[in-house]
Structure formats: C-alpha cells, structure tokens
C-alpha cells in the first residue's frame, strides 16, 4: 500500500458517492484514516467504508448534512477527536438543480446556495481550527465557473465561481500556517449527478476536446496531487480537469 498520506486524516464532507466516494477511497489508499461525511446515503457511506477497509484502509461514515452548520461542524469536531488529528478536507458535497431564470424557485437558489458554497465555508472553517501545519483543503468546484454553455443552470454555476473566489481569501488567511486552500473544476463526470450516458451528455461532448465524460477516480487523483507533500507550493487555484470544456 502506497504510504504518501500515512497517519494523515482527511475529512470528505459527501464522500457517500460519486466524486467523493472515489477521493476517498483514494486518500485511504495512499494511506490516510478517512470519515465519510454523508447527508441522506448512509448506505452509499457504510459501502464506501466496507471498500476502504477491504482493501486494508480506515475509514468510518459520518452523518453530516452540509446545509446544516451545526451538523457538519459536529462531524468534523467528532473526525478530529476520534483520530486526534485533521489533515485533509476535501469538500464534495453539491447539488445541481436546474431551471430557467423566470421559473427558478428561491427555495432551490437558498439550496444550492447553502449546500455548494455556505457549506464549504462551513467545513473548511471547522476543519481548518484543527489542522496543523501542512493541512490541505481542496474544494470541488466546477468547469462551469468558467464557462456555462447549456441554459438552466445560473445558479449553480454563480454557487461555482463563489469558490473561485472563496479559495483565493481563504489561501490567503490560512497561507501563515502552511494550510493550502484550492479547487478542483471538472468538467462532466460520470456520477449520479451527470450519467455518461445520455443525450444531455452527447450535447456536452459536442462543447469538448476530448468527447467523453471524465471519471470519478480521474478526479480523485488530482485530490490525491493536491493532498500529497509535491502540492505544498499550490494554493489558491482553480485547477481544471475538464477534457478541454472551457478550452
Ligand atoms: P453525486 O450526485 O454523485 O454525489 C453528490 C454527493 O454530494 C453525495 O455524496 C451526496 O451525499 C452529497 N451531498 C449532496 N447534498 C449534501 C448535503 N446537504 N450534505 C452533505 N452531502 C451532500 O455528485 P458528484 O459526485 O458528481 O458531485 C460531487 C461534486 O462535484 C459536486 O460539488 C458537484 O457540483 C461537482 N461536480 C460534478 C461534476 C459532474 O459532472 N459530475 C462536474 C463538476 C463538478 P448524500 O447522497 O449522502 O446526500
């Protein structure tokens, strides 16, 4: 087993699926003790630590609803006494909710709002009280912080440049201790969220330079780049991984 991250502990807000899922298989693999923050799959999480531990890692499953301040602070208060330490934060956990302009309800703006961009803050508050010297916090942004080629989906890609913008503020305030701040932008990924397999997706693939949606693991190696020592020179990016969408 690779030890890059060993005795390192990370905590993935929305690790139960998708993208952070993978970066958190990936992390334990590379030797990190890992909790699975979740909002509504506790099985999705409980599977995804049963997968850790299977392949020799440790990991345990947390609820922590990303929308709920009190929730998500307590989980990460919990991660950090249960392990006795807090490394890496890897914030996952977003919504895509769609519609035009003159129809978008206010209640899903406040969602996507609360969940994508008022929950990062939230995370990498409480996680960043904990971390030492070294910490990593790498946020799952999105390509459509750059570019917004389809309609329906202002809100989500204004939720996606608020971290463009949150992670520059937040390198620099952090940057005294060592603690790198940065997102990850990806372009479509095969997930719940964006299935490969669609018309929706065909339409995406016409907008790209390689014409394929990119994997979860492809993501979660560069979260696994980010949290290892070569990355210690990188804050306060927006990397992307989109197969050429916003080329
Ligand atoms: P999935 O729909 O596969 O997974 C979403 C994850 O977010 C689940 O683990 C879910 O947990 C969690 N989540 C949702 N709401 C909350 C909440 N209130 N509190 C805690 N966790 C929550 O999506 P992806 O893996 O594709 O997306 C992960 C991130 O990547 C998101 O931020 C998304 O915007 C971003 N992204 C995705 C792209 C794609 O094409 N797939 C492209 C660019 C960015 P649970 O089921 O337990 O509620």
Redesign the pocket.
Same mark, same amino acid.
């Given at each position: 087993m690779n030890s890059k991250l060993n005795g390192q502990v990370a905590f993935i807000? #929305?690790?139960?699926? #998708?993208? #952070?899922?993978a970066a958190a298989r990936r992390l334990a693999a590379e030797g990190a003790r890992v909790a699975i #923050?979740?909002?509504?799959?506790a099985i999705?999480?409980e599977a995804v630590v049963e997968q850790i531990k299977a392949a020799g890692g440790e990991a345990f499953a947390i609820q922590?609803?990303?929308?709920d301040a009190a929730s998500l602070t307590s989980a990460i208060d919990a991660t950090a006494a249960r392990y006795g330490r807090l490394d890496i934060l890897v914030n996952?956990?977003?919504?895509?909710l769609l519609g035009p302009t003159e129809q978008f309800s206010l209640a899903d703006f406040d969602r996507t709002l609360a969940?994508?961009v008022r929950?990062v803050f939230v995370a990498s508050q409480a996680a960043a009280r904990h971390m030492q010297d070294g910490g990593r916090i790498i946020n799952?942004?999105?390509?459509n912080a750059q570019r917004m080629p389809f309609e329906g989906g202002a809100a989500y890609a204004m939720s996606k440049s608020a971290l463009v913008g949150l992670v520059k503020g937040m390198a620099r305030d952090l940057g005294a201790r060592n603690i790198t701040v940065n997102n990850i932008a990806?372009?479509?990924?095969d997930?719940?969220?964006?299935p490969a397999e669609s018309d929706f997706a065909l339409g995406l693939h016409g907008l790209m330079a390689l014409k394929r949606h990119g994997t979860?693991d492809e993501v979660a190696a560069m979260v696994a780049y980010l949290a290892s020592p070569e990355a210690a020179f990188v804050t306060g990016a927006d990397l992307l991984i989109d197969g050429g969408f916003a080329a």
């Open positions: 807000n #929305g690790g139960s699926r #998708g993208i #952070g899922a #923050g979740y909002a509504a799959s999705a999480a922590a609803d990303a929308s996952s956990a977003g919504v895509l969940v994508n929950g799952i942004g999105s390509t990806p372009g479509p990924i997930t719940d969220m964006n979860a």
